[in-house]
């Protein structure tokens, strides 16, 4: 008994010092944090609101810049040249790394070229319409696009094209596809009049709060936080979805200490709703959204398989 009891003693000594390595992980230096998204907007908001909490929390110099275009595919272009000790991280969205990757195989990146770490919120993406229009539900938006009117849809990124291009198909209804760079644009351009509805991934809560906006569709598998009877995208005839989220990245072969130190890091802090990054996310997506590991790494064979049949469904 004697020896079981220092053996078992021994054993959890070693499991405290690798617990103990994994937490005292420390950068080499600076960590570049690699944005994806417009200065001003929600997600870079985010992206830098956790990077001051990380300075803050763990004392890691984080060094935010912007590296956008192509939604995503010039930030992944650039990320699979940097250390992957830990020292060079990215934020972009799941759909970078599926659709965008698939679309543009030339833009100089794959899946094999990165490390996914942890993910912190999912889109909360609506067919958005103004209050003023007097849609009530997406019937009505039908019934507009068959009585001859003709409809601007807004959208953000080649997927979402073919997604409304998908929606209208089904419906019946020739859709004019306005795109633009980020759901703030579309959402300035429904409210300025200048797009009859569009797609939103959670810019619209404040809008539909107040009741100048109204989410018409979930353009997801899930219902809309906010307003969880309105109509999935399997319900208005497309088998597509805009599910998504946003990613936390580093470079293939990313040490494993650093993966994993960066990762708890980061699903801290938007699990904590009293941090700012945690509150905005509640506020804007209902709570956080934390995949991580092999979890995660499904998650993205998942997206591009399903971004290759969208593809050929609108072919």
């Given at each position: ?190 409210n300025a009049g200048d797009m009859d509805l569009g797609f939103m991934a959670g810019i619209q809560r404040k809008g539909v709060a107040s009741g100048d906006l109204v989410n018409l569709a979930s353009a997801m598998s899930m219902p809309l936080k906010q307003t969880p009877d309105a109509p999935l995208m399997a319900d208005i005839g497309v088998k597509f979805n805009a599910d998504g989220y946003f990613l936390f990245v580093g470079p ?64």
């Open positions: 008994m004697r020896r079981l009891v220092i053996a078992l003693a021994a054993l959890i000594g070693v499991m405290g010092g690798a617990a103990s390595a994994v937490a005292e992980w420390q950068p080499s230096g600076p960590i570049k944090l690699a944005i994806a998204f417009a200065a001003g907007g929600g997600a870079d908001t985010i992206s830098r609101q956790i990077a001051d909490e990380l300075q803050k929390r763990k004392g890691w110099e984080i060094i935010p810049q912007q590296i956008t275009g192509g939604g995503g595919a010039k930030l992944a272009a650039a990320l699979k040249d940097e250390p992957n000790d830990g020292t060079t991280i990215g934020m972009v969205v799941t759909e970078t790394y599926g659709y965008n990757m698939v679309a543009n195989p030339k833009a100089g990146f794959s899946q094999a070229d990165m490390t996914p770490i942890t993910t912190v919120a999912a889109f909360q993406m609506g067919v958005v319409a103004k209050s003023d229009k007097g849609w009530k539900t997406f019937a009505d938006v039908v019934a507009a696009g068959k009585s001859g009117e003709k409809l601007r849809f807004g959208t953000m990124s080649p997927k979402l094209a073919d997604l409304a291009f998908l929606i209208g198909e089904a419906n019946g209804i020739d859709f004019n596809i306005i795109e633009v760079k980020g759901g703030k644009a579309v959402m300035n351009g429904v293939a072969g990313m040490d494993s200490e650093a993966r994993k130190a960066i990762s708890e890091a980061i699903a801290e802090i938007v699990k904590d709703e009293s941090t700012k990054a945690g509150g905005i996310i509640k506020k804007a997506f209902g709570g956080h959204a934390v995949i991580s590991g092999p979890e995660l790494d499904q998650l993205l064979v998942i997206e591009a398989a399903s971004a290759e049949s969208l593809m050929m469904a609108v072919q």
